[in-house]
């Protein structure tokens, strides 16, 4: 149905249509750093005039969402990103039957307070639905010790 490339940055925006990244394609991270994830979904021509809905979310080792604390205190909430509902546009120069892109970003601040030496993924659902290969693991470096 849909076709979604996924990677980690260390910057990316979205921009006139298109996904600018710097720094892309890495899969660990220093923890507390900053990083982006990003990625561009193929929306097929069929569901061109129909609006998407795409969400992330973080989840550690065990599968479990992370979660943060909100700035200002309160009960700490999971890692997600939803942006605003996505319809694809349909310009005079896309031929029938092309598969529509998607550019999407998420810049994450530093301070997300993920472990050293841990394994994480992002997961991506598109209208409520996931499927295989929608996931970006990565993993974060055990911080050296000084001597």
């Known amino acids: 149905m849909y076709k979604v ?5 260390d910057s990316a925006q979205v921009a006139e249509g298109k996904l600018n990244v710097l720094g892309g394609g890495w899969s660990w991270i220093i923890p507390g750093g900053p990083f982006a994830v990003c990625g561009i979904i193929d929306i097929p021509w069929s569901e061109a005039r129909d609006w998407h809905k795409m969400r992330l ?13 909100p700035h200002g205190g309160g009960d700490p909430a999971p890692v997600v990103d939803e942006p605003p509902p996505h319809r694809a546009t349909i310009g ?3 031929k029938p039957g092309s598969s529509l892109g998607w550019p999407f970003a998420l810049n994450v601040p530093p301070g997300l307070p993920l472990e050293p030496g841990g394994l994480y993924e992002w997961r991506l659902t598109i209208d409520g639905k996931a499927e295989d ?3 970006l693991p990565f993993s974060t470096v055990q911080m050296p010790v000084a001597a």
Not at 5 to 9: F, H, K, Q, Y
Not at 57 to 66: F, K, N, R, S, T
Request: with cysteine; proline share 12%.
């Open 5 to 9: 490339n996924l990677m980690l940055a």
């Open 57 to 69: 979310e973080l989840i550690d080792a065990d599968g479990e969402p992370v979660c943060v604390p």
């Open 133 to 135: 290969g929608w996931t």
């Open 92 to 94: 005079p120069h896309v």
